[in-house]
C-alpha cells in the first residue's frame, strides 16, 4: 500500500527542497532516526518547522495541520499533495485520529506538534497541551515516539517579527516509549539561549514588537509602544529598549516583559469598561462544515462582555476553542459559527482579552500567561 505522503511531491522537496533549505537556515542536527512506523513529534516555533525536520528523516512524513490551513486553495492542493492530515482545533477530531493510525499500522510516519499553535514567546506552552489527551495517544499507538526538539528558529524569526534574522537552528533527534518524549521537547528559547550566546544578527529587529508588546514595562500605559529598527520605543514616557543580538530587549528576555504585562493587563481588562479596535477583516464559516457564510470588514469593540462586530454581538462567555493562526489570525467558536478574525497587531492582545475576561468572569486565576 502507497502511504499518503510518498509522493512526487515529496520526492521533489526531498531531492531539491531539503538541501536548499538546509543550507539557508544552517542546521544542524543530531540522534538517531529509528526505522518506520512511529510517531514524530516536536515543539512549535515557526511556521516552516517541517521544514526544519524533514531533511533529516529519510521517510515522507504525513504532517497533522490544522483545518484552517485548508481553507486557502492554493496551501490545500499542495497539503492534500503531500499527505497532511487535517485537524481541527479544540474539538473531538476522529477523522484524524483514524488517518493517524491508519498510516502507521501501514508501516508510515506521522508529524505532530502537540502545542497546536506556534509559541508567542519562545516558550513551550505547557498550557495548550492536556497531558492525560496527549499520553493516551501515545499509549495507544504501539509504535516508537520520535521527538525533535528545534532550538534557535524562534530566534531566528520570532513569530511576532516583521524581518527575520541571520538563522542558526538545531534540531535534535530522540526516541521514547512513552511521554517523556514530551520532556523531551520541552524547551525555552530564552534559558537556552541565556546558556549559549548565539548571535542572530538582522535589520530592524523590533519592528512588529507591538503584536506581543502591549503594556509599557516602565509606565504601564496601555498600547504605547512600536518597534522602530531595533528599538523598542514607549510614546508615552519616551523610554527605549534595543533588542540586540542575543534577542534579549533592553537585556531582558520577551517572557520576563510579558509576564509584568499580563498582571497589569489583568487588572486593565477588569476595569476597563469599553475597547475599541481598528477596522479589521472577519469571515464566518459553518463550524462542522466551515462552509463561509459572510466576510465583512467592521471595527471590532468589547463592552460589557460583549465583542461587537458591525452589528453582531458575540457573549465572551460563549467563546469556545480560542487559538491564534501563524501571528495576525485570531479564531474561536461561537455557538455553531467559526470565526476568524484577521488584524494586524491585535490578533493575540484579543487572545489574551478574551481568556482572561473569562478567567475573571468564571473565578479562576487570571495571572496565568498565555506564552
Not at 531539503?18 to 544542524?28: C, R, W
Not at 509599557?216 to 509602544?225: D, G, I, Q
Not at 469593540?301 to 487559538?323: A, F, L, S, W, Y
Request: hydrophobic residues 40%.
Amino acid at each position: 500500500m502507497s502511504l499518503p505522503a510518498d509522493t512526487l511531491l515529496w520526492k521533489i522537496g526531498k531531492k531539491w527542497v531539503s538541501p536548499l533549505v538546509n543550507k539557508i537556515y544552517h542546521i544542524e542536527f543530531s540522534g538517531k532516526i529509528p526505522k518506520p512506523p512511529f510517531l514524530l513529534i516536536s515543539n512549535h516555533v515557526s511556521p516552516i518547522d517541517p521544514f526544519f525536520i524533514a531533511p533529516y528523516i529519510d521517510d515522507p512524513i504525513s504532517w497533522v495541520i490544522a483545518q484552517i490551513s485548508f481553507q486557502n486553495p492554493i496551501e490545500r492542493f499542495f497539503l492534500k499533495k503531500i499527505g497532511a492530515i487535517q485537524k481541527f482545533k479544540s474539538r473531538p477530531d476522529p477523522s484524524m485520529l483514524y488517518s493517524i493510525y491508519d498510516i502507521l499500522n501501514n508501516g508510515g510516519v506521522v508529524g505532530l506538534f502537540p502545542e497546536g499553535t506556534i509559541t508567542w514567546t519562545g516558550n513551550f506552552q505547557d498550557h495548550l497541551i492536556s497531558p492525560k489527551s496527549m499520553n493516551k495517544l501515545i499509549l495507544s499507538l504501539n509504535v516508537p515516539i520520535v521527538a525533535a526538539c528545534i532550538q534557535g528558529a524562534w530566534l531566528s524569526h520570532p513569530v511576532w517579527a516583521d524581518r527575520g534574522r541571520k538563522p542558526k537552528i538545531f534540531v535534535n533527534f530522540n526516541t521514547f516509549s512513552d511521554y517523556s518524549a514530551m520532556e523531551f521537547i520541552h524547551h525555552s528559547e530564552w534559558e537556552w539561549q541565556k546558556k549559549y550566546l548565539i548571535p542572530y544578527p538582522g535589520k530592524r529587529k523590533a519592528q512588529g514588537i507591538e503584536r506581543v508588546l502591549w503594556i509599557c514595562p516602565h509606565c504601564s500605559s496601555f498600547r504605547t509602544l512600536f518597534g522602530k529598527k531595533d528599538e523598542v520605543i514607549c510614546l508615552s514616557c519616551q523610554n527605549r529598549w534595543l533588542v540586540n543580538d542575543s534577542g534579549f530587549i533592553g537585556g531582558r528576555t520577551l517572557p520576563d516583559l510579558f509576564h509584568h504585562q499580563i498582571e497589569v493587563f489583568s487588572q486593565w481588562v477588569n476595569d476597563l469598561p469599553k475597547a475599541t479596535f481598528p477596522l479589521v477583516k472577519i469571515s464566518l464559516r459553518n463550524d462542522r462544515t466551515t462552509r463561509l457564510i459572510k466576510t465583512l470588514h467592521q471595527r471590532l469593540t468589547i463592552e460589557n462582555d460583549v465583542i461587537q462586530i458591525g452589528t453582531i454581538p458575540m457573549d465572551i462567555k460563549k467563546i469556545k476553542g480560542i487559538n491564534t493562526h501563524f501571528r495576525d489570525i485570531l479564531e474561536f467558536r461561537y455557538e455553531d459559527t467559526l470565526v476568524r478574525i484577521n488584524s494586524k497587531y491585535t490578533s493575540f492582545l484579543l487572545y489574551n482579552w478574551i481568556e482572561i475576561r473569562k478567567k475573571q468572569i468564571f473565578g479562576q486565576s487570571a495571572n496565568e500567561t498565555y506564552v
